[in-house]
């Protein structure tokens, strides 16, 4: 019987696979579009890289999350990231407009007491975005405990202003053109950064990178 890393593993690489099976089949239609039909395509690739884009890199994190509290982890054995999240709602009462030093002090003891805890979120809450652009990537990475690499910072203004600006302006009724070679190029380079997401998420996983 399958581990639930064992399976982690594979529910994330199954959802992956079918994501690169509709990317690649964009590609081949362009690749065979001829005529006023490549405007058209163009475009459509540009809607539908975003779209596995953000759609990954939300189930990616949500599920990452959804594995750590279904090994009802102490709080204490986490990641000071992951901890934080669990008490968030106490720290925002704590620091509310009509609270004074001395009720936020009664806090502290309230949050070392927590150690022992069991690690409880509501994923969904937590990883949300209205468009996914590197500062958004960033934010959500850094709430799962996760880093925002190398990779992801070399790449900052090309997601935001070819996979997220473009497709903005596509969705919103713009003609933006989208030329077959910026189509297939942005349907290899969001594959690519969906890969790095997936390694990323599992290496976090199989390591238990969200341990302190």
Known sequence: ???????????????????????IDLRLMISSGTGSRLAMLGRTCQVMAYAHWEGFVKHALQTYLEY?????????????????LSVRHAMRLAVAPERDIAQLALLIPSLDARA?????????????????????????LGCSGLQFGAIYQARENYIDSVICGRRHRVAHGSWQPV?????????????????????????AVVYEHYRI
């Open 1 to 23: 019987m399958a581990t639930l890393a064992e399976q982690f593993v594979d529910d994330l690489d199954a959802d992956l696979a079918k994501r690169r099976r509709e990317l």
């Open 68 to 84: 750590i509290v279904m090994l009802q982890p102490k709080l204490g054995d986490l990641r000071l990231e992951l901890q934080a």
């Open 116 to 140: 022992n805890d069991v690690f409880v979120v509501d994923p969904k809450e937590i990883i949300r975005s209205g468009n996914l652009t590197a500062d958004t990537l960033r934010v959500l």
């Open 179 to 203: 030329t077959p070679t910026e189509a297939r190029d942005l349907l290899a380079d969001v594959m690519s950064l969906c890969q790095e997401i997936n390694d990323q998420v599992q290496t």
